[in-house]
């Protein structure tokens, strides 16, 4: 009895191993992709094509950076668990490792007797017997838990010094893409200055919506690159990486409706052209912070408003996927919000609107996360 006990003790530094957590799991492969994502990012500063390569991994790490927040929240999730089941069991546990010690302290020649007589001690020990296997799966569970918990709470301090790592070399990142921005040359331009009507509109501006209608009746050497975009409704990507908050006719909390879509999305993510386009205005208006107009084809504009950077310059001929602006915000902002693994950082939105000869229309069905199943 002495030999079973000592055995039932160490069970729980001795228990065999087990797969590892779903979540640690998920976790681990979220932290090792946005790690080489990190590195991506910085061999691409000295890449050929900089604006490519440093957009592509901008959005990977974007991507990334989703993926190891998601799999933080379940750790956290995961671990609230495994230590609710701790204290929910603590008394039981509590009693069997009582019950393990006295019997592991227990002098040889008691062990082996009973007061009321050998039949007893033959049963007493038949009953020993048949609680060993229980208290050695009870042992077992417990040593899986703790080593759950141990591993959660490592991978934690693992993804929060990635999430650091990966913060530091995004801004970078960003930093070589603006210089790559600014220093490009012989883009495509539809005219070299920005036309006086265009001046006379923005000074004139009261509401978007005036704004985007003047834009589209502007008399300018503008127009859109040849491509058939009409047949692209349903398969564009969205802008810019981030979650739907409001569809178009959806009110907001102050009720009122607008005829594009809000999308919430990480301070400082980077946004690019959904198809080729021709820039139409770029810069400041009104209380929207910048705003990007995009001509993807003739009767078309695609407005982008709540920038807070904006790329190219009025005129110039854009392909899909070239980075036309990031989204407001910085490090303060929370971009990789190493603070708080279990949440999602600060949400900067974007508004988007798709018009169609000076009248908006419903650009949910243009896109593809969007559109209606």
């Known amino acids: 009895m002495r030999a079973w006990a000592v055995i039932a003790a160490a069970a729980l530094l001795a228990a065999p191993a087990r797969a590892e957590d779903p979540a640690a799991a998920a976790a681990r492969a979220a932290a090792d992709g946005l790690r080489a994502t990190i590195a991506a990012m910085r061999e691409a500063g000295g890449a050929r094509d900089r604006i490519a390569v440093l957009t592509q991994t901008i959005g990977a790490y974007e991507d990334g950076l989703a993926l190891l927040r998601e799999s933080l929240r379940r750790l956290d999730v995961r671990e609230r668990e495994l230590t609710g089941a701790l204290d929910a069991r603590r008394d039981d546990l509590s009693r069997v490792t009582g019950a393990m010690i006295a019997i592991g302290s227990a002098p ?15 049963e007493a020990a038949l009953v020993l017997g048949a609680v060993a296997p229980a208290l050695q799966a009870e042992a077992d569970r417990l040593k899986a838990t703790l080593r759950d918990l141990a591993a959660i709470r490592g991978l934690r301090q693992e993804a929060l010094a990635t999430l650091q790592e990966g913060l530091d070399a995004a801004e970078e990142a960003r930093t070589a893409l603006g210089e790559a921005m600014s220093d490009r040359a012989g883009m495509p331009r539809r005219f070299l200055d920005d036309p ?3 001046k006379a509109l923005v000074a004139a501006a009261d509401t978007l919506d005036a704004f985007a209608a003047g834009i589209a009746a502007m008399e300018s050497d503008i127009g859109p690159p040849r491509q058939d975009f009409a047949a692209a409704r349903g398969s564009l990507p969205l ?8 569809r178009s006719g959806e009110a907001d909390a102050a009720g009122i409706v607008r005829p594009g879509l809000v999308i919430a999305a990480a301070a400082e993510a980077i946004v690019t052209a959904p198809w080729p386009a021709t820039i139409r205005y770029r810069g400041p208006l009104l209380d929207y912070g910048n705003v990007m107009v995009l001509e993807p084809a003739t009767g078309y504009l695609l407005v982008l408003a709540g920038l807070g950077t904006v790329y190219g310059e009025t005129g110039d001929v854009v392909a899909a996927g070239t980075p036309v602006g990031l989204m407001p915000g910085g490090p303060a902002g929370g971009t ?3 603070e708080e693994p279990g949440g999602a950082g600060r949400a900067e939105t974007l508004y988007l609107e798709l ?18 199943m």
């Open 196 to 198: 006086e009507e265009l």
């Open 239 to 246: 802008p810019v990486r981030g979650t739907l908050l409001r």
């Open 108 to 122: 040889d020649e008691l062990l082996l007797l009973h007061p009321q007589g050998p039949e007893a001690t033959v």
């Open 355 to 372: 018009r169609l000869g000076g009248e908006p229309v419903d650009p949910g069905p243009w896109f593809r996360e969007t559109r209606e």
């Open 336 to 338: 990789a919000a190493p």
